[in-house]
């Protein structure tokens, strides 16, 4: 076995046919981490002139003018290989610390233990914790949760061999109806350009601050964007109302009820039918009165309702951020941006429809719960990868670790 630098063609090749590829791996992450003053390396293992083994190397200048390494989604490898894991470990560290390299960290595409819907482990199902055993052998150290860079824990809809309809049948009742409604409405689906994107990140910036998390800024966006976009590996939407067309859908059916109401003969008999057809009217009065509102404080006939960004890359699409205007979030056009994209899923033959992060140790109810039981809905599976880990290679690795827990950090 040879240790060598790869081109970016020969990493890239290796990637693309790699079972671990994701978009954190791909070669254009490196492009976008040099925007922000990291350096790239392609690394491999040759084995007869051919690659068994990569990563995609970062290095970053940190304290005391040492470099942190971080191979994000790596290594691309066989874990159940020890051989080949020591040895590359073993040489990717070499390599690190040849360039002052104090730390190496890797947070692999690998599932630590199979889930199911709810969150508890499968029995007899796909168990990878002899490959955290074999980490921590090497010298690494298990991140916590909450101090990981990259999402641990995520939702999951499998599409392999499956048709709209049985996903449709599948997901939970209450989410079909939900869907149809929404379609009814009359919401659209708009792709954004390049320069639409800051409608993107408005959404995103009001829903973050309503919740509470951190948002990428719009720069990030532009820089997918263009990076993904012409391979059509990134899809920025948005969701839109026209309120003029959905009134008039309102009038209509409250017109049809109407009809249906004076049809009904006045008797005991009927009286908990007209009473149920007398409320459907009401509340389309309340809804017809509420878009003229909307309407009239707006001055506007079409409303953004919500945006969502998605990875496309072979074998999963990825719903990566999305976000809502709260004063609309009754109309649940979120439900029609992932079905949708479910739909692109199977007509495209992805494996899977990957609803992305949720909060660690779901079955246990954690803070959060909501993000995961929106997912749910759609039926699908809990997924825990094996996490992050972090390799210590100089000593500077603990001074700088204790300089972050006196300064409040983790």
């Known amino acids: 076995m040879d240790f ?43 084995e007869n002139k051919k690659v068994v ?35 590359f470990v073993e040489k990717v560290k070499e390599f690190a610390k040849s360039k002052n390299g104090y730390i190496l960290r890797i947070d692999p595409y690998v599932i630590y233990k199979q889930r199911d819907i709810n969150g508890d482990i499968v029995e007899g199902g796909e168990d990878n914790s002899h490959v955290v055993e074999y980490l ?16 641990g824990w995520m939702f999951s809809l499998g599409l392999e061999g499956k048709s709209e309809e049985q996903i449709l049948k599948e997901m939970q009742s209450s989410t079909r109806n939900t869907i149809r409604k929404a379609e009814k409405l009359g919401i659209t689906m708009t792709e954004l350009s390049y320069d639409e994107l800051d409608r993107f990140q408005n959404i995103m910036e009001k829903t973050g601050a309503r919740k509470n998390f951190a ?25 839109e109302l026209n309120l003029k067309e959905y009134i008039e859908k309102l009038k209509e ?32 009065d309340k809804r017809i009165d509420e878009a003229k509102e909307i309407m009239k404080t707006t ?41 949708e994209l479910i739909k692109y899923g199977i007509e495209h033959n992805f494996k899977k429809h990957n609803f992305y992060g949720i909060p660690a140790n779901i079955n ?18 809990v997924e825990e990868l094996i996490g992050e880990f972090e390799l210590p290679l100089k000593k500077e690795y603990y001074l700088i670790k204790l300089l972050k827990k006196l300064k409040g950090g983790k």
């Open 136 to 151: 921590t052998s090497l010298g690494f150290k298990k991140v916590k949760n909450e101090n990981m860079e990259q999402v």
């Open 299 to 339: 001055g506007k006939d079409i409303i953004t309702l919500s945006g969502s960004m998605f990875i496309l890359i072979d074998p999963e699409v990825i719903y990566l951020a999305g976000g809502n205007y709260e004063e609309y979030m009754r109309f649940n056009s979120q439900y029609i941006i992932q079905w």
């Open 364 to 381: 246990e109810h954690p803070k959060d719960y909501g993000i995961y039981e929106f997912k749910r809905r759609f039926n699908g599976y």
């Open 215 to 239: 948002v990428r800024n719009l720069e990030y966006y532009q820089n997918m964007y263009d990076l993904f976009h012409d391979s059509n590996e990134v899809k920025y939407y948005v969701t």
């Open 53 to 87: 083994a990569a990563a995609l190397l970062l290095s970053h200048k940190r304290k005391f003018n040492v470099n942190e390494f971080y191979s994000p989604r790596g290594f691309l490898l066989d874990y159940n290989n020890k051989e080949l894991l020591t040895f």
């Open 253 to 284: 059916t409250k017109q049809e009820k109407e009809e249906k109401l004076s049809k009904l003969k006045d008797d005991k008999d009927n009286e908990g039918q007209r009473n149920n057809i007398i409320s459907e009217i009401e509340s389309l």
């Open 4 to 46: 060598v630098e790869l081109t970016e063609k020969e990493y890239q090749k290796f990637w693309e046919n790699h079972p671990q590829k994701t978009f954190l791996s791909a070669p254009k992450i490196a492009k976008l981490r040099e925007k922000t003053n990291w350096k790239s390396y392609f690394v491999g293992v040759k």
